[in-house]
């Protein structure tokens, strides 16, 4: 079992930064790779950032060179820096991580924090 918390989302104006947190808790040890989506009002979950166990990153097209995950092994904390905001970032932003303690593979998804730019 993994547990995440996200924290970090609020208000802001286009063309501004935030940076979301992820607390990660639980069966760390298992975990393949972590990442973050987002959810826009009447659209399907979509990737944002991933980074797996190996440190290998993946970015969704619309958000590069704008967007950078990174993490904290010591502190069991992931983070999304998010520069240059766009209206079309508005969304509720998952933290997420996939394990695999044997041979299947297990999804774990955080509670949301929602990300709101104003033009």
């Known amino acids: 079992q993994v547990q995440l918390v996200e924290s970090g989302g609020g208000l802001v104006q286009a063309g501004g930064s935030l940076r979301l947190s992820c607390a990660i808790s639980g069966s760390t040890f298992s975990i393949q790779q972590i990442g973050w989506y987002r959810q826009a009002p009447g659209k399907q979950r979509e990737l944002v950032a991933r980074i797996s166990s190996g440190g290998s990153t993946n970015y969704a097209d619309s958000v590069k060179g704008r967007f950078t995950i990174s993490r904290d092994n010591a502190k069991n904390t992931m983070y999304l820096q998010m520069n240059s905001l766009k209206p079309e970032d508005t969304a509720v932003y998952y933290c997420?991580?996939?394990?695999?303690?044997?041979?299947?593979?297990?999804?774990?998804w955080g509670q949301g924090t929602q990300v709101t730019v104003s033009s």
């Open positions: 997420h991580a996939q394990t695999r303690p044997a041979v299947r593979f297990y999804d774990y």
